[in-house]
C-alpha cells in the first residue's frame, strides 16, 4: 500500500514519533512524504520515503496530485488546528476533500492514525486493491 504522510511544523516531532512506534507496519509499505517530515521520518526509522517538495514550495500539491490520481491508499496528516493562514487552511480542506472524494482512508490526528496503520496491518485496507 501507498502511505501519504504530511505533519505541519508542530506536529513533526509526533509523526516522527509514530512512525518510530509502527514501524514494524510501515517497513512494510511504500511511504510518501513532504521533504521536512519525510527526512525526519527516514533519519528516526531508516526506513525509505519517497520525498516530494517542502509543503510550502508544493509538496502538498504534490501529495494532492497522488490523491486525485488515485495513487495513495491512506493519508496521515497530522496538521495543527491552530493554524490561522487562509491560504493554508484552504489548502488542508483540499487534501481532505480529495481523499473524500477518491475513498482514500485520511487521519489529521494521532488517535485516528493510529486506527488506520492498525486497520492497515490487520488487512482491512485490502478492499483498496479491488477499488483500484
Known amino acids: 500500500m501507498n502511505i501519504g504522510l504530511i505533519a505541519h511544523d508542530a506536529k ?8 518510530i512506534a509502527y514501524r514494524g507496519i510501515l517497513a512494510k509499505h511504500n511511504m510518501y512524504a513532504t521533504e521536512t517530515t519525510g527526512r525526519m521520518i527516514e533519519e528516526a526509522t ?11 514550495l508544493g509538496g502538498e500539491q504534490q501529495i494532492g496530485a497522488q490523491i486525485e490520481s488515485d495513487a495513495l ?3 496521515i496528516f497530522l496538521r495543527d488546528p491552530e493554524s490561522v493562514n487562509s491560504q493554508e487552511m484552504s489548502l488542508h480542506r483540499s487534501i481532505v476533500r480529495q481523499c473524500d472524494m477518491h475513498n482514500i482512508p485520511v487521519a489529521t490526528n ?3 492514525a493510529e486506527l488506520l496503520i492498525k486497520s ?13
Open 12 to 19: 513533526k516531532k509526533l509523526m516522527q514519533n509514530f512512525c
Open 46 to 56: 531508516n526506513l525509505s520515503v519517497h520525498k516530494y517538495l517542502a509543503g510550502h
Open 73 to 75: 491508499d491512506l493519508v
Open 110 to 112: 494521532l488517535a485516528t
Open 120 to 132: 492497515l496491518d490487520r488487512g482491512d485496507m485490502e478492499w483498496r486493491e479491488m477499488y483500484k
